[in-house]
């Protein structure tokens, strides 16, 4: 106990500005007492409006009070720091602004631990005691400490809104129910809530279903990019040894031709000198004759002339001027010129086909949908000729035009397990994935122009065939004088132009299904954006009695509506 009034002591001592022992203590008229200097710093501020206030009870106060040092608080400080004091809560035991601070807590408020609904308050771990204590207290319902307690308050009766009012959809009180919501649909707000609750958990089923998805997704994608990376590095790799081969191929041609022409080179140059020497020697051979015949020209004695001039030998090879005919070759320029015709045809190798080498690594598209198209023309680029598939005809339709048509007043079907047996509908013998797009031209007052899993129920006239009443179809439900789409059975209105030619376009893999208005313009009616897991069927439907027709429209890219 003697602890327990040491702790109320400093609580009492404590300055609520600087939540610190009281420093010179002051006392001010209305009885609180701060630090001199806290309480200074305080009415500084407040100067200029000439009206000087307490931080705690904000009494005013006119002149400015004179402050005058509490002897008797100062001594009790001193005191009671000689004799200890029992540890403070630490400041983070304390509400900040951003907490939820204890109601029942006096000066300096802790933080709750938690709010109770019954009692519309909030408590730290001292006052929340009794209620794990007191059986009064064992039907309350404490909750997470919340600072929007006051919101469970009726304003107009203060009391506790423990109603939920269905038909003005908000939480009301008792009163409220039999007085202005008298005649409503209320409920318990913890009825309502645990159906919002089946709700929320559906809802989160379907997010998580989607997170499942789109990890997946995210799996694939990184799955195709790792595909990507090494396509790419093989074919970097492999074009770098096919160019690598030609390189060599080259280089090896380039020393063929430098080796042949060496080669020649060393020949035709040893036949020429071969030729050289053997006139050199003749030349030789020729002035050694000359000087014989120059002696003997010069013989002075006739008889010795005579006689030595039979001795002579006669000149050996031809007698013309030049035994050497060279032809009128360029050595070895043509070898340059045929180098040079080769590497022109190679050029115009490598320009044309490098074309094509170019145009194939860009036409590499691993990714994604293209943007959807915004003119009718570019919407053509993905028409997709569509017939009906007899099979799945409903007994009750009539089709015709090569199985492109169908409309009510029908003939009589054989039995298939594909038909349906209850609903005008019918759907299409070509399965839908990638970007289509096709139009149909309907006439009647009633025409529903769908697109369908093939799984979608045949046997009889339940939701589960329906298009448009489950989970497996969405349709474009198209009226003489308006328009509405359905899907898992919600109806959503759909304004726009009316027009007797509806376009769809499908963009499977990024869930992109739109219907349009198609005249001289396209407007569009409705998108839907989800997660297609099948492939698509179109499908056609009417409903009896209405007469009406459908047809699936032969779409060529140039046509212009």
């Known amino acids: 106990?003697?602890?327990?009034?040491?702790?109320?002591?400093?609580?009492?001592?404590?300055?609520?500005?600087?939540?610190?022992?009281?420093?010179?203590?002051?006392?001010?008229?209305?009885?609180?007492?701060?630090?001199?200097?806290?309480?200074?710093?305080?009415?500084?501020?407040?100067?200029?409006?000439?009206?000087?206030?307490?931080?705690?009870?904000?009494?005013?106060?006119?002149?400015?009070?004179?402050?005058?040092?509490?002897?008797?608080?100062?001594?009790?400080?001193?005191?009671?720091?000689?004799?200890?004091?029992?540890?403070?809560?630490?400041?983070?035991?304390?509400?900040?602004?951003?907490?939820?601070?204890?109601?029942f807590c006096t000066g300096r408020k802790l933080k709750a631990l938690k709010s109770c609904l019954v009692c519309v308050a909030s408590y730290c771990e001292k006052h929340l005691q009794p209620h794990y204590e007191s059986p009064a207290f064992e039907k309350h319902k404490l909750v997470e400490p919340s600072k929007k307690l006051q919101e469970?308050?009726?304003?107009?009766?203060?009391?506790?809104?423990?109603?939920?009012?269905?038909?003005?959809?908000?939480?009301?009180?008792?009163?409220?129910?039999?007085?202005?919501?008298?005649?409503?649909?209320?409920?318990?707000?913890?009825?309502e809530r645990t159906e919002r609750q089946r709700e929320l958990e559906v809802s989160r089923q379907d997010i998580?279903?989607?997170?499942?998805?789109?990890?997946?997704?995210?799996?694939?994608?990184?799955?195709?990019?790792?595909?990507?990376?090494?396509?790419?590095?093989?074919a970097v790799e492999d074009s770098q040894k096919t160019f690598s081969q030609l390189i060599r191929l080259m280089e090896k041609r380039s020393s063929e031709v430098k080796r042949q022409v060496r080669s020649q080179q060393e020949a035709e140059v040893s036949r020429v000198k071969e030729l050289q020497e053997k006139l050199e020697q003749e030349i030789t051979e020729l002035k050694r004759k000359d000087a014989e015949l120059k002696q003997l020209s010069h013989t002075e004695d006739h008889t010795q002339f005579l006689h030595n001039c039979p001795s002579l030998s006669p000149l050996s090879g031809p007698a013309d001027s030049s035994s050497i005919h060279i032809r009128p070759l360029r050595y070895f320029e043509d070898v340059t010129a045929a180098v040079s015709a080769v590497r022109d045809k190679l050029q115009d190798v490598l320009?044309?086909?490098?074309?094509?080498?170019?145009?194939?690594?860009?036409?590499?598209?691993?990714?994604?949908?293209?943007?959807?198209?915004?003119?009718?023309?570019?919407?053509?680029?993905?028409?997709?000729?569509?017939?009906?598939?007899?099979?799945?005809?409903?007994?009750?339709?009539?089709l015709s035009e090569g199985n492109r048509k169908a409309k009510l007043k029908g003939r009589r079907f054989s039995n298939h397990p594909d038909r349906f047996t209850g609903l005008s509908q019918v759907l299409s013998r070509e399965s839908l994935t990638g970007c289509c797009y096709w139009e149909v031209e309907w006439r009647g007052e009633e025409v529903f122009v769908a697109v369908a899993y093939k799984n979608i129920s045949r046997a009889g006239s339940s939701k589960e065939c329906d298009f448009g009443q489950n989970?497996?179809?969405?349709?474009?439900?198209?009226?003489?004088?308006?328009?509405?789409?359905?899907?898992?059975?919600?109806?959503?209105?759909?304004?726009?132009?009316?027009?007797?030619?509806?376009?769809?376009?499908?963009?499977?893999?990024?869930?992109?299904?739109?219907?349009?208005?198609?005249?001289?313009?396209?407007?569009?009616l409705h998108r839907v954006q989800t997660t297609f897991t099948q492939p698509l069927y179109a499908g056609l439907g009417f409903w009896y009695p209405f007469l009406g027709s459908a047809e699936f429209c032969k779409l060529q890219q140039s046509e212009v509506v």
């Open 152 to 191: 469970n308050i009726c304003s107009r009766h203060n009391e506790v809104m423990k109603m939920f009012c269905r038909t003005d959809q908000q939480c009301i009180c008792y009163l409220c129910s039999v007085e202005e919501h008298k005649g409503h649909d209320t409920v318990s707000a913890a009825a």
């Open 208 to 234: 998580q279903q989607r997170i499942q998805d789109r990890q997946k997704d995210v799996k694939v994608l990184q799955q195709e990019v790792e595909a990507i990376n090494r396509s790419a590095d093989k």
């Open 1 to 103: 106990m003697a602890q327990k009034g040491v702790q109320l002591d400093r609580e009492a001592i404590s300055c609520s500005i600087c939540l610190d022992l009281l420093k010179d203590p002051v006392t001010i008229p209305c009885g609180h007492s701060y630090c001199m200097k806290c309480v200074k710093s305080h009415w500084d501020e407040e100067d200029k409006r000439k009206i000087h206030s307490c931080p705690q009870c904000r009494q005013t106060f006119t002149p400015r009070p004179v402050l005058v040092k509490s002897t008797m608080l100062a001594a009790l400080v001193e005191e009671l720091k000689k004799t200890g004091l029992q540890a403070a809560p630490a400041d983070h035991c304390y509400a900040g602004p951003e907490d939820v601070a204890c109601d």
């Open 471 to 524: 989970n497996k179809s969405w349709v474009l439900e198209c009226y003489n004088n308006s328009y509405k789409f359905r899907y898992n059975d919600v109806q959503t209105p759909v304004s726009g132009p009316l027009s007797s030619r509806v376009g769809v376009y499908l963009d499977h893999s990024a869930g992109i299904l739109s219907f349009y208005s198609v005249s001289e313009t396209m407007t569009l």
């Open 351 to 398: 320009r044309d086909k490098w074309t094509d080498v170019s145009e194939t690594v860009t036409e590499v598209d691993v990714l994604l949908s293209a943007p959807e198209p915004k003119t009718r023309a570019e919407f053509l680029k993905y028409s997709r000729e569509i017939t009906l598939d007899p099979n799945t005809a409903s007994v009750y339709l009539l």
